[in-house]
């Protein structure tokens, strides 16, 4: 069984600061997501990456894909309260079912 | 663009009451997937149709059937409900699962909360 882990569970900081957030697993995924959940609404697709090491930004948001494929991190540079939710990685390979780690809980304070 | 509709988007039973989950996609997607979402354990999947006329179990099918009633539609039915399964249900959706390697979204509803007392 594939599992997916994502560090911290919780994180409450500043606006302003910088924040990293992570997930793991000790299988190799051929792709990975992040999605965003906010209350009372569905996950919301942020990126995806495909290739071992590749490096994707999204505004203040840059996301990186381990070399080895069975890892990756979420940067947030001078996080904003609307930044605010629940952070979620999903890992998919050919023909399965994406596997989604419990999520990281982020709360940004004015 | 409604994209995933779910209903309804609250709902308390009592031990033993029975309910469908209703859940349309307006996207022409091929997959369609039902998740539980409980504090700290993330997306669990209950059941998914890969395509029209398929079904089949996920992580955690127990408690529940589903019925894929066209490519739009695809619900999800607790015969008789248990406390256990009080929890945030979503329904989601995506081109084809066979893509699900190379990252193609899912696009999730917003959620059918559902408590059994």
Redesign the interface.
């Known amino acids: 069984t594939q599992l997916l882990e994502q560090s911290p569970q919780f994180l409450s900081i500043q606006e302003g600061e910088n924040l990293t957030v992570y997930c793991n697993s000790s299988s190799v995924f051929s792709s990975l997501q992040w999605y965003r959940q906010e209350p009372g609404e569905g996950p919301v697709l942020l990126v995806t990456v495909v290739t071992g090491g590749e490096v994707k930004k999204l505004k203040r948001l840059t996301f990186q894909f381990g070399d080895a494929r069975k890892d990756s991190s979420l940067h947030i540079t001078a996080a904003q309260p609307g930044d605010t939710g629940l952070y979620l990685c999903a890992g998919g390979n050919y023909g399965q079912n994406f596997v989604f780690g419990p999520g990281t809980r982020l709360s940004v304070l004015p | 663009n409604a994209g995933?509709t779910q209903t309804p988007k609250f709902q308390v039973l009592k031990t033993g009451q029975s309910m469908t989950l209703q859940c349309a996609q307006d996207m022409n997607h091929n997959s369609m997937?039902w998740?539980r979402q409980d504090p700290?354990?993330?997306?669990?999947?209950i059941y998914?149709s890969a395509s029209e006329g398929t079904t089949d179990k996920?992580e955690v099918p127990n408690g529940y059937n589903v019925s894929r009633l066209n490519k739009r539609e695809f619900s999800l039915r607790l015969e008789s409900a248990a406390p256990s399964q009080t929890s945030v249900y979503?329904c989601?959706s995506s081109v084809l699962?066979?893509?699900?390697?190379?990252?193609?979204?899912?696009?999730?509803?917003?959620?059918t909360r559902l408590s059994i007392l």
Do not use: E, K, S
């Open positions: 995933v997937y998740y700290g354990m993330g997306l669990r999947l998914y996920g979503f989601a699962i066979q893509n699900t390697g190379t990252g193609q979204p899912q696009h999730f509803g917003d959620g």
